[in-house]
């Protein structure tokens, strides 16, 4: 079954959650089929089995790059990496994925040596895409060999990198402070409900708010039926101090999927991470 004039971000969760054989929006400018996601004619990221999403490397236009943003936010639970070809069928297509590790590793590597700031960035970076070009190996059982950092000459880049590290961090930390307390009106506008669009949401955990006389709708733009929440609402209070996983079991909430209850009453639902006093505020509001 296709879903029809959806908006960008139930094209991108329906697509990571799988929830239906397909949908696209209303100009089928962003669409699905299976585990094909596509931006106007370019499949732009595929879904490899239940935990991996692959997304492809090469740059877009602006409105793709909001578009795929949405998908990176969507399968963000998943292992996503970026490739070349995201629908690797030969073993020059493998090769290709693999060089083109290689040759971002090394341009992180060759930044974080020349940068004056942002050094552990790039450092960090080129450890992240050794790790994700292994992991590449194991998805797709190839013969290929490993790689290791230590492959690459990164003896006084590690040096500076790693004395670079705590101040980078703690100017990423004030940076983003500086943006939330920028926004801090539009959060209270969202919250409320006088606008739909919360600027830097990557920067918050996950918020509820109320809308449309009874639904739910999540800071990653996902909305569910009142009923849906009440009887999610009654579950997580069942399950709250014994802890609860899909292990065999599934929980439907709406197009998505119930992944976990914590035992201290936090879900996990897809790209959702919500904590138990959020919830717990929303239930109030609503008088459950």
């Not at 943003?69 to 963000?76: D, L």
């Not at 070809?85 to 060759?110: C, M, Q, W, Y």
């Not at 101040?167 to 959060?187: C, D, G």
């Not at 998505?256 to 717990?280: F, N, P, Q, T």
Request: proline content about 1%.
């Amino acid at each position: 079954m296709e879903k029809k004039h959806l908006t960008n971000d139930q094209v991108a969760h329906y697509w990571a959650n799988q929830s239906y054989e397909g949908g696209s929006n209303s100009s089928r400018s962003f669409w699905f089929d299976g585990p094909n996601l596509w931006s106007y004619h370019t499949k732009v990221a595929k879904l490899h089995g239940n935990d991996v999403a692959l997304f492809d490397v090469e740059g877009y236009s602006v409105t793709t790059q909001k578009q795929v943003g949405k998908a990176f936010r969507a399968a963000s639970h998943k292992v996503w990496m970026k490739v070349l070809t995201v629908d690797p069928v030969t073993e020059k297509d493998h090769a290709g994925n693999l060089d083109n590790f290689s040759e971002r590793i090394e341009e992180h590597l060759l930044k974080s040596s020349r940068a004056r700031t942002n050094k552990a960035l790039h450092y960090d970076r080129a450890v992240r895409l050794v790790e994700e070009h292994n992991r590449y190996v194991d998805l797709f059982d190839l013969d290929l060999g490993k790689i290791s950092i230590d492959q690459f000459d990164v003896g006084e880049i590690k040096k500076q990198a790693d004395a670079a590290r705590k101040l980078e961090l703690e100017e990423e930390k004030r940076r983003k402070e500086a943006i939330r307390e920028a926004n801090a009106e539009n959060l209270r506008k969202w919250l409320s409900g006088r606008t739909n669009y919360l600027n830097a949401a990557h920067l918050y955990p996950v918020m509820l708010r109320v809308v449309d006389g009874g639904k739910v709708n999540t800071s990653k733009g996902v909305t569910i039926g009142n009923d849906t929440a009440r009887k999610l609402w009654a579950f997580i209070q069942k399950m709250k101090g014994k802890a609860w996983k899909s292990n065999g079991q599934t929980f439907r909430i709406e197009h998505y999927r119930l992944d976990s209850v914590s035992k201290e009453g936090d879900i996990k639902a897809g790209c959702h991470s919500i904590g138990y006093a959020e919830m717990e505020r929303i239930a109030e509001q609503l008088g459950f």
